[in-house]
Nanobody, 124 residues
Framework: QVQLVESGGGLVQAGGSLRVSCVAS????????MGWFRQAPGKEREFVAS????????YYVDSVKGRFTISRDNAKNTVYLQMNSLKPEDTAIYYC?????????????????WGQGTQVTVSS
């Protein structure tokens, strides 16, 4: 069993930055890929970024490439999402998730554990 707890969301003006964090419990954290997803009001949850078990591989949805950076610290059982140049359309609840295996994946069904989410609001 893995429990994920996100933190670091908040309100920021367009063009600003935020870093959200996700702390995982359980011994399997360092062996699985991690991902960030988001869900905006009235929309379906969408993939944002994924990082492989070692941290050497990452993948982003096109809309955040060059602005967001996913990273992880396996010693701290923590995954981060650094968000720069934020836009109002980035407003959403951000969820971290732990995958079944170590390789990065954009497929929601491949993630088996989910956090409760943290709200990110970007004002124009």
């Amino acid at each position: 069993q893995v429990q994920l707890v996100e933190s670091g969301g908040g309100l920021v003006q367009a063009g600003g930055s935020l870093r959200v964090s996700c702390v995982a419990s359980g011994r399997t954290f360092s062996s699985v890929a991690m991902g960030w997803f988001r869900q905006a009001p009235g929309k379906e949850r969408e993939f944002v970024a994924s990082i492989g078990w070692s941290g050497r591989t990452t993948y982003y949805v096109d809309s955040v490439k060059g602005r967001f950076t996913i990273s992880r610290d396996n010693a701290k059982n923590t995954v981060y999402l650094q968000m720069n140049s934020l836009k109002p359309e980035d407003t959403a609840i951000y969820y971290c998730a732990a995958a079944r295996a170590g390789a990065i994946t954009t497929v929601e069904d491949q993630y088996v554990y989910w956090g409760q989410g943290t709200q990110v609001t970007v004002s124009s």
